[in-house]
């Protein structure tokens, strides 16, 4: 009966002690079993320790191993011993029968705190979970709506300055065209003004050579002297023509580079700011490349029209240059002819003395 009696008691404490224990995952150490006697109280370990699979041990009777299921479960396993060959004898009941139910109390009360216990871990990990998501819902929000007054801050600074860009490059333009057109009429006015200089000297050649002989000395000297103030003056006139031509081109020139390069500098600027936004900008940027195209077309039809112009004053300035070397042409025929009537007057003059 003594033996009988240990044997049920070793049972029982191996029982107790294996699931007397905290189930949090932290710490698994054991707890001080309730009502135990000549058992010091036990501590709880500050180190995790590692469940290991036991050795291929002989085992008693009966051994209790512990495995982790799940978070905050556990799972036992009892492993029975091999059959002996003669029977156990059978196990009298315990003598002490309140001492066995008031241990199975507290083992149902621990095994209750411990749930109470895992439900409680649970709670609280779902709260954490919730309280974060719910941070990172807020700061999703708030990062959409600085995205969103990005995105209108820059579309309007955007509109802005392509309302300015082309509100001056407007007013370039009639500038520009205002210029060409005041010189077009300044080389009309000079070239109507040579004509009516050039028929009135014609007219006055005509009427002076009707005039006696006698006077046609004098006259033709008079003629050579106002061709060559006219040619001088025609001289001047082409040099500063020529001059004002000259500049003209430089300052086009220098204007269209700048143009150039600021819309270059403009299209760098805004193609950079452009790759860094969002996929909603690029329908602006296409529409901004537009209406650069747009302005290219512009200036090289601005381009084309001022070589146009360019190559029509040129002309203008050979037939002018013709009529000059006709001019030159007509009086070297008059000095020809003058030569050869006083020839002749002389040869008459020495016949007659003769």
């Known amino acids: 009966a003594a033996t009988t009696c240990t044997s049920s008691e070793m049972l029982i404490g191996l029982v107790t002690d294996s699931v007397l224990q905290c189930f949090c995952r932290s710490c698994k150490a054991p707890l001080v079993a309730a009502n135990r006697k000549n058992s010091p109280p036990l501590k709880k370990c500050k180190t995790k320790p590692r ?3 036991p050795k291929k041990v002989k085992f008693i009777a009966t051994e209790i191993r512990c495995h982790e299921q799940a978070k905050g479960g556990l799972k036992f396993d009892v492993i029975l011993a091999e059959p002996a060959g003669t029977p156990p004898k059978p196990i009298q009941p315990l003598t002490n029968s309140k001492s066995s139910e008031n241990i199975k109390e507290n083992i149902e009360e621990k ?3 411990a749930d109470e216990r895992r439900l409680s871990l649970e709670a609280n990990k779902m709260a954490v979970l919730a309280a974060k998501l719910s941070k990172i819902e807020e700061a999703s929000k708030k990062k959409d709506e600085q995205n969103n007054v990005f995105v209108t801050q820059t579309k309007e600074a955007l509109d802005q300055k392509m ?6 490059r407007e007013a370039y333009i009639s500038d520009l ?5 005041d010189h077009l009429v300044g080389v009309d006015k000079a070239r109507k003004i040579f004509e009516k200089q050039t028929e009135e000297i014609k007219a006055e050649i005509d009427e002076k050579l009707k005039q006696a002989k006698v006077q046609r000395d004098e006259n033709i000297k008079k003629i050579q002297d106002r061709l060559k103030q006219h040619e001088e003056q025609a001289k001047r006139v082409r040099e500063a023509l020529d001059e004002k031509v000259k500049k003209c081109e430089l300052e086009i020139k220098n204007k269209l580079q700048q143009a150039k390069e600021r819309r270059e500098i403009m299209e760098k600027e805004q193609i950079e700011k452009l790759r860094l936004q969002n996929t909603i900008r690029k329908t602006h940027s296409t529409e901004i490349r537009l209406n650069l195209e747009n302005e290219r077309l512009s200036i090289e039809d601005i381009t084309e029209k001022l070589k146009i112009a360019e190559q029509k004053r040129q002309k203008e300035l050979e037939k002018k240059l ?5 001019n030159e042409r007509r009086a070297e025929m008059v000095r020809q002819n003058k030569e050869k009537i006083s020839s002749q007057e002389e040869e008459q003059e020495t016949a007659s003395s003769g």
Do not use: G
């Not at 309302?163 to 001056?168: G, Q, R, V």
């Not at 065209?177 to 057109?181: Q, V």
């Not at 013709?322 to 006709?326: A, F, I, L, P």
């Open 51 to 53: 469940t290991k699979q």
């Open 111 to 113: 095994l209750k705190a």
């Open 163 to 168: 309302e300015l860009y082309s509100e001056n």
């Open 177 to 181: 065209k205002n210029k060409l057109r």
């Open 322 to 326: 013709e009529k000059s070397r006709e």
